[in-house]
């Protein structure tokens, strides 16, 4: 009993030094600070890992670290655990999560190390392996001490048993009956034996035999005792060998009660449970985090240089991690960043993070932008960058998108137009033309009398042709909201004639607009088009005629008058009604009437856009739509435009200054018009200049090469081959002193004249007066 007594306390010292070993293995994989670390790149087929994963697998460690064939992987594995080993690989690589193996390599010196390997797997987005990564541990140590234990067990006759395959029975020691509450004997039936371990257990005689010999097949398991049903726990250690005689495998084993030790070990896992899975969990998720965040997350140091760096650095970015270790972050976000950076690294401490966008180059030049937070800790600094590339560049499309939609709406209702407009200019023409053809025939006759009135008209029609131009360029000219104080009432009074062309002879037109009427902040360009854009509404809502009313009125809103509003505020607005007396809208149609392509006209006669394109240029300035209807009664849509609360600019009026004239400069014409060509060098010479033409470039060219004397030189922009920017600075090269003017008939460059002009040079958008003509030339000339 004392030989037994103390087999067992050696046994539990044992057992001891096992646990303590399992411990010591489970901190160094914690701490991976002695474990070899490798990584596989599933799509590339290449193995990578470090200085101690090359020492224990016997390879070149540079060449590790530069990557090899993942066949690599299985280099120095004992040729008895390859097989088990590539087994285990192949499950990880098919999308098993958790790699967890014990194995033999060979060392240089013919002698044995056994290695412990945990890994896991890396998935994309749509839950695919992409990468295996883990650490390598030598176990030697804690396998010497199990074999120790192994020979104690067998040489201390705990409980012993032997067991042949094929066999039904089991021969048996007396202790190993007493283990299990059954009389000692020298046989027993298999079935007796396992029918007495816990169903969820092992069973100690294993019915599935492996197909050759095993060093060792050792398990835990719990049995209920025969004789007084307690449930106890008992410890299996053997290994399986060739039987000669009987031709097949033969077990050879001992069993041994470890109720004791795992009441301890309950205890103390209970004990230590939540301190040591916390640790464990949270270790393990800021492991995966690190690998697997698409975030860039970076360490530094208080100095600014760069600590480490996760894999997203090279994913999104394309930089290896030791190119980044060492170098300065600053220096990173180059000088459009440097301020952004420059923050990030002097991160105060007694302030909660703050979010800071910053861009960075990424290896192949494209730049991304990530959203950076920090936090500190002792002498380091933790940056997270998230990646906001996509989301800005959504941005960018949402805003041309809504540009493009706004550009749709203003042309459909210019198509919507035409045909008024063409029936107005072929009006004015008419008074242009025949006003000029009377004046001829009068002077051919010599009748001069009357001559005035004829002019008048012609001019007349002339200048409200070219206001008409004018304005249709300017609604329909593509640009952002430019919001700014505007009067709204001589707004909507300069927009009459182009209403009534729009509504019609049958619906007639009533404006309400007071004299003190405030200023709002606003477009007045997308004021006009939403204007517009109602009254075309209105004008297909009332197709057997109708009246418009368009009223202005100063409102003073409350809270009470706004509440539920998103974005209005109380105070003053400028509200800008537009009343029909229409078909009128159901409910159903005016909850969707704000609604982008939502339209009840008909396939092709409407984009469904004019209301919604509305509503986001009032929200934009600040404002609010309202919109009221009834079917048969017709429908008014109110726009709230805030109130300008600066002091309002006005105008100063000056009376007209008599023509400027010329000194005798010379000046260039380069006009393809004739007729154009002809009415500006009749002006130029009546103001005392003297006067040079050409058709066009090639005609100007000899003449500014020339010696000629050119004191200015007046340009068409569109002019047939070189056009006139481009004749300008080939002039400019021999003259570079030379003032340019620039005549165009198209508004949409006046509107980009800050891009286009150079120094020393003007625009003038035709059609012109002469007299504005010989006053911008002779500012320019007196600017020499």
């Not at 003017?741 to 509107?751: K, N, Q, R, S």
Request: one cysteine or more.
């Amino acid at each position: 009993m004392d030989e037994i007594g103390s087999s067992q306390s050696e046994l539990f010292e044992l057992q001891r030094q096992i646990e303590a070993a399992k411990q010591r293995l489970d901190l160094t994989l914690e701490a991976a600070g002695a474990a070899g670390a490798w990584m596989w790149d599933i799509a590339a087929q290449r193995l990578t890992a470090d200085a101690r994963f090359a020492a224990l697998t016997g390879q070149d460690p540079l060449e590790l670290a530069n990557g090899v064939p993942t066949s690599r992987f299985f280099a120095g594995i004992h040729p008895e655990d390859v097989r088990r080993i590539r087994l285990a690989v192949a499950g990880i690589l098919a999308g098993a999560e958790v790699f967890s193996k014990d194995y033999r390599l060979l060392k240089g010196d013919g002698g044995i190390r056994w290695v412990h390997a945990y890994g896991r797997t890396m998935l994309d987005e749509l839950d695919q392996p992409v990468g295996f990564h883990g650490t390598l541990v030598d176990v030697t140590d804690r396998k010497r001490t199990e074999e120790q234990l192994r020979v104690a067990q067998t040489a201390g006759q705990i409980g012993t048993f032997e067991h042949t395959e094929g066999f039904g029975t089991v021969s048996v020691s007396g202790q190993f009956c007493r283990l299990l509450g059954l009389h000692p004997t020298t046989v027993l039936p298999v079935r007796t034996v396992n029918l007495l371990v816990h169903p969820e257990d092992r069973p100690i005689i294993d019915p599935d035999l492996p197909s050759r010999s095993q060093a060792e097949q050792n398990i835990e398991f719990r049995v209920t005792r025969a004789d007084t049903g307690e449930s106890r726990w008992l410890a299996r250690r053997g290994e399986y060998q060739e039987d000669i005689e009987a031709s097949g495998l033969r077990y050879i084993g001992v069993i041994y009660d470890i109720t004791h030790s795992k009441r301890i070990e309950e205890r103390l896992r209970l004990s230590n449970e939540m301190l040591s899975e916390n640790v464990r969990e949270r270790t393990r998720e800021r492991n995966q985090v690190w690998q697997n965040s698409r975030d860039l997350l970076t360490v530094i140091g208080v100095d600014g240089i760069i600590r480490d760096v996760n894999p997203a650095w090279h994913t999104i970015l394309g930089y290896e991690q030791f190119t980044l270790i060492g170098r300065s972050f600053v220096d990173l976000a180059g000088e459009q960043g440097r301020d952004s950076a420059t923050g990030l690294v002097a991160f105060d401490r007694d302030r909660p993070p703050t979010s800071s966008e910053m861009a960075l180059a990424a290896t192949d030049g494209s730049l991304h932008w990530f959203s950076w937070n920090a936090a500190a800790e002792g002498e380091l600094i933790y940056l997270y960058g998230h990646n906001i590339t996509a989301e800005r560049k959504q941005t960018e499309i949402l805003r041309e998108t809504e540009a493009l939609l706004r550009q749709s709406q203003k042309m459909e209702a210019v198509g919507q137009l035409t045909g008024g407009i063409a029936h107005d200019f072929n009006n004015m023409l008419t008074g242009v033309i025949g006003s000029l053809d009377v004046m001829k025939r009068r002077i051919a006759s010599q009748r001069y009398d009357d001559l005035d009135r004829f002019m008048d008209a012609a001019i007349t029609s002339a200048q409200r042709a070219a206001s008409l131009t004018h304005r249709l360029l300017a609604f329909s000219r593509r640009q952002s909201l430019d919001r700014k104080p505007t009067d709204v009432v001589p707004l909507i009074n300069s927009m009459r004639d182009l209403l009534t062309r729009t509504l019609g002879e049958r619906i007639s037109l009533q404006t309400i607009l007071p004299d003190s009427s405030w200023q709002a902040v606003t477009d007045a360009n997308q004021l006009e088009n939403a204007v517009l854009n109602l009254a075309i509404n209105a004008r297909d809502a009332m197709p057997e005629g109708g009246q418009l009313t368009i009223e202005v009125t100063n409102v003073a809103l409350a809270k009470a008058q706004i509440a539920g509003i998103d974005g209005l505020i109380a105070g003053d607005y400028v509200r800008v009604t537009v009343t029909d007396t229409g078909e009128g809208m159901p409910p159903e149609v005016i909850d969707k009437a704000f609604d982008p392509f939502f339209t009840t006209k008909p396939i092709g006669q409407g984009t469904g856009l004019g209301l919604s394109m509305i509503y986001g240029f009032v929200h934009q300035s600040g404002g609010h739509v309202e919109l009221a209807s009834a079917v048969g009664e017709g429908t008014a849509v109110s726009l709230y435009l805030p109130r300008n609360l600066q002091e309002p600019v006005e105008a100063v009026s000056s009376e007209a200054a008599p023509t400027p004239l010329g000194r005798g400069e010379t000046v260039l014409i380069v006009e393809d018009d004739p007729a154009v060509r002809l009415l500006v060098i009749d002006v130029l010479e009546e103001l005392g200049y003297v006067a040079l033409e050409a058709a066009d470039s090639s005609k100007a060219l000899p003449i500014l090469q020339s010696g000629t004397r050119i004191d200015l030189l007046i340009s068409d922009v569109g002019l047939p081959g070189l056009n006139g920017r481009q004749l300008a600075d080939i002039a400019r090269q021999t003259r570079p002193q030379l003032r340019v003017l620039f005549i165009t008939g198209y508004a949409a460059m006046a509107a980009s004249r800050s891009e286009f002009l150079g120094a020393g040079m003007d625009m003038i958008t035709k059609p012109f007066a002469m007299d504005e003509l010989a006053t911008k030339i002779r500012s320019m000339l007196l600017s020499i």
